[in-house]
């Protein structure tokens, strides 16, 4: 059983539709960090959140430390959003190495 | 901005030979990682690094594999003799500290023929 899982896998939108990528994890975590990986294999940080809600324009992530959960939102679709969305946990102890999720590979249509 | 660097972009490689990939770290960081992406699966950890020696390695890091930070500012990774399935996108990731965001390279995509 993988630590950290993705949902959806695969999602197909239409421009200004809100999506929502949900993660869940079953380690405990410091931190959950939200990357977006585009079709040339590059990869960026969008959010690192410990607790709480935090906003980036049209992205907004929230995490539950309770219930192990985290989602991340876009609002207003748009195509350029079109990329792999990956969810990854900073373990707790050890040297603060990353444990991804499989990714959600979104795709925006216009 | 600053930003991790990675070279070369893209390497093909014969199995057997030796391939060394290079990270250029953000310049106050002070820990690094090597994570791999095969084609198609998720990305994995492979090693981290620390006050110049390995502080965590996974199973993958196996005898085929070194790290290096040869002066101030490169982080190496070699792989001795490689293999058909050590095909994979190889990233580079720093951290300035525990507890912030880690800055990935652009990384390295190895073809081992």
Redesign the interface.
């Known amino acids: 059983k993988?630590e950290v899982e993705q949902s959806p896998q695969n999602l197909t939108a239409q421009e200004g539709e809100f999506i929502t990528i949900n993660c869940s994890y079953s380690v405990g975590i410091?931190?959950l960090?939200w990357?977006q990986q585009h079709p040339?294999?590059?990869?960026?940080?969008l959010f690192?959140l410990s607790s709480g809600k935090k906003k980036h324009g049209r992205l907004i992530a929230t995490i539950n430390i309770q219930e192990k959960h985290s989602s991340l939102h876009i609002t207003a679709s748009h195509p350029r959003d079109s990329a792999v969305y990956?969810c990854?946990a900073y373990t707790q102890g050890?040297?603060?190495?990353?444990?991804?999720?499989?990714?959600t590979k979104l795709t925006v249509n216009p | 901005e600053p930003e991790v660097t990675q070279t070369p972009s893209h390497q093909v490689t014969q199995m057997g030979q030796e391939v060394i990939l290079r990270c250029v770290p953000i310049s106050n960081h002070l820990y690094f990682y090597w994570y791999r992406q095969i084609l198609g699966q998720k990305v994995e950890f492979l090693v981290s690094f620390y006050n110049n020696e390995i502080s965590e390695k996974s199973e993958i890091f196996d005898d085929q594999f070194s790290v290096e930070r040869p002066d101030g500012s490169n982080f190496t990774l070699k792989i001795r003799s490689t293999k058909l399935e050590d095909s994979a996108m190889y990233f580079c990731a720093s951290i300035r500290s525990f507890g912030e965001t880690q800055y990935f390279g652009p990384g390295t995509r190895l073809l081992v023929l």
């Open positions: 993988n410091s931190a960090h990357l040339g294999g590059g990869i960026v940080s690192m990956i990854a050890g040297s603060e190495k990353l444990v991804f999720g499989k990714g």
